[in-house]
């Protein structure tokens, strides 16, 4: 069984800059993903990275902003957020997926796997 948990959620204000991590439990290389869900709206795709952390993929609302990495020898992935915005506040999801990597790593269906989120807010 995997398990993921998420950690590095705070309290921010407009233009600061925050590293989520995610950690994962037994030694694995899956595709893993970032997603948020912020109140009142359905969870969306953030950022994905590959097994082997060559490919990487962004959502367009924080493409050059956001950067998706990961340490494979401390089975940890990272999403680096920086000049954060008021409307990035939400509970962040980190995902992972035995999957292979393909184009469609920006749907939910896709991961089999989920953490129960840590929230971050932006004030302005």
């Known amino acids: 069984q995997v398990q993921l948990v998420e950690s590095g959620g705070g309290l921010l204000q407009a233009g600061d800059s925050l590293r989520l991590s995610c950690a994962a439990s037994g030694r694995f290389f899956y595709a893993r993903g970032w997603f948020r869900q912020a109140p009142g709206k359905e969870r969306e795709f953030v950022a994905a990275i590959s097994a082997s952390g060559y490919s990487t993929y962004y959502a367009d609302s924080v493409n050059g902003r956001f950067t998706i990495s990961r340490d494979n020898a401390k089975n940890m992935v990272y999403l680096q957020m920086n000049s954060l915005k008021p409307e990035d506040t939400a509970i962040y999801y980190c995902?992972?997926?035995?999957?292979?990597?393909?184009?469609?790593?920006?749907?939910?269906?896709?991961?089999?796997?989920w953490g129960q989120g840590t929230q971050v807010t932006v004030s302005s």
């Open positions: 995902a992972a997926t035995r999957g292979v990597w393909k184009a469609q790593m920006w749907m939910e269906s896709e991961y089999e796997y």
